[in-house]
């Protein structure tokens, strides 16, 4: 059974940080391509970053450039993503997905494009 279950969400101070992660179970990850979204409340699911399979290629939204790393771990079958100097307006319920990418260098930035999602984790930040 393909299964993505994301971890890691919680309550943060504004600058503070969090790691989120997003463990497969069902497929090897190595072959997909992995893409984290987030959905505040009352708009509409956005893509935050992405990466591509084997070869790891890497892509960020302006709005966490530079705050943001999003990483894979294929022997823990586990992509995370770092958010560092977190801000208000990342609050959301972040959600990971992947589909597959059969070249190792193809990342995907709609969610129309990704086939498996996982339940999602809420990200609070707030003093």
């Known amino acids: 059974q393909v299964q993505l279950v994301e971890s890691g969400g919680g309550l943060v101070q504004p600058g503070g940080s969090l790691r989120l992660s997003c463990a497969a179970s069902?497929?090897?990850?190595?072959?997909?391509?992995i893409g984290w979204f987030r959905q505040a409340p009352g708009k509409e699911r956005e893509g935050v970053s992405f990466?591509?399979?084997?070869?790891?290629?890497?892509y960020y939204e302006d709005f966490v450039k530079g705050r943001f790393t999003i990483s894979r771990d294929n022997a823990k079958n586990t992509v995370y993503l770092q958010m560092n100097s977190l801000k208000p307006e990342d609050t959301a319920v972040y959600y990971c997905?992947?589909?597959?990418?059969?070249?190792?260098?193809?990342?995907?930035?709609?969610?129309?494009?990704?086939?498996?999602w996982g339940q999602g984790t809420q990200v609070t930040v707030s003093s």
């Open positions: 997905a992947a589909t597959v990418d059969e070249t190792g260098s193809f990342y995907y930035t709609e969610t129309y494009e990704y086939e498996y």
């Open positions: 069902g497929f090897t990850l190595n072959y997909y391509a």
């Open positions: 990466i591509s399979g084997s070869d790891g290629v890497t």
